[in-house]
């Protein structure tokens, strides 16, 4: 089971390239964002998983409902495991985007296909900025009010804050996924990722971070975590520390594990 799903955040396709010839499929899974899809576009997500990479396709789609259908549509096609869409698009785009997913599976007979996450609120909106375009509510209240449509919507999980996790936990139950991002190795935690990154457990521009040991603990079920690996002088060995913490903090709950 493999919950670290590394985001290819690089200024360009060769610079990604290179640092995927380091690593390994068994030790993450990749996430490409718009910048680098814009950049690449689907030939290296193409590459990307004749390599054995699982890519999450993080392109947050928020349309109409036929546009974002025809998206996912393209998506399945593609072949990738994962693509997150806007829950605040509404429960008709998320039905569509759903119908559109599972009438590609059946057609291709794919026998278990491209995953949907939603995104409630975005992170960087605090309640001011939410307030401006026209949500005078606290974001959690909004994160919980999102994440239930998006239950209800049969999406297949949320983006979220690793402290918002608690909030989501019991909308779903563990057959729905929880993915975080703003996770930071701990210096002085179970595996000493420190020692072997220059980056260490910096938390850069991230607030209210997590290690990935209290991430896991706390319900989540994959952890998107980008320069504490992508900056490291020793990528490999940094993502076998965080494994080897994540299995630690595994083996102290008892939830379903997601595949
Ligand atoms: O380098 P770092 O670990 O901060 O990268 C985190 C990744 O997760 C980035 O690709 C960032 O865009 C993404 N992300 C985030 N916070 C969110 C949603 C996505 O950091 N709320």
Redesign the pocket.
């Known amino acids: 089971m493999n919950r670290i799903i590394t985001?290819?955040?690089f200024a360009n396709v060769a610079k990604a390239q290179d640092f995927v010839s380091k690593i390994d499929p068994s030790l993450t899974r990749l996430?490409v964002?718009s910048q680098l899809f814009t950049l690449g576009g689907p030939a290296l997500i193409e590459e990307l998983q004749k390599q054995g990479f699982d890519v999450f396709l993080?392109l947050k789609y928020h349309d109409i409902p036929n546009t974002v259908a025809s998206a996912l549509q393209a998506a399945s096609a593609l072949g990738v495991w994962m693509v997150t869409l806007h829950a605040s698009g509404g429960p008709a785009m998320m039905k569509a985007a759903r119908d559109a997913v599972n009438s590609y599976d059946r057609q291709a007979q794919t026998g278990g296909g491209t995953r949907i996450v939603a995104?409630t609120v975005?992170?960087?909106l605090d309640r001011a900025e939410m307030a401006a375009v026209g949500l005078d509510k606290e974001p959690s209240s909004q994160v919980e009010q999102l994440a239930q449509l998006a239950h209800a919507a049969s999406m297949d999980g949320v983006?979220?804050?690793p402290h918002e996790v608690a909030l989501i936990r019991g909308i779903g139950k563990n057959d729905f996924l929880i993915i975080t991002?703003?996770?930071?190795p701990d210096k002085d935690g179970e595996v000493p990722v420190s020692q072997i990154t220059s980056h260490g457990g910096a938390p850069?521009?991230?607030r209210r971070?997590l290690t990935p040991y209290d991430a896991i603990v706390g319900g989540s079920d994959y952890l998107?975590?980008?320069?504490?690996?992508?900056?490291a002088s020793s990528p490999v060995e940094v993502l076998h520390a965080l494994n080897a913490e994540i299995q630690i903090a595994a083996s102290q709950i008892s939830t379903n594990s997601p595949d």
């Open positions: 985001a290819l955040d996430k964002g993080d995104v975005l992170t960087s983006v979220c804050s991002p703003g996770i930071r850069d521009d991230q971070t998107v975590i980008g320069r504490p690996v992508t900056q």
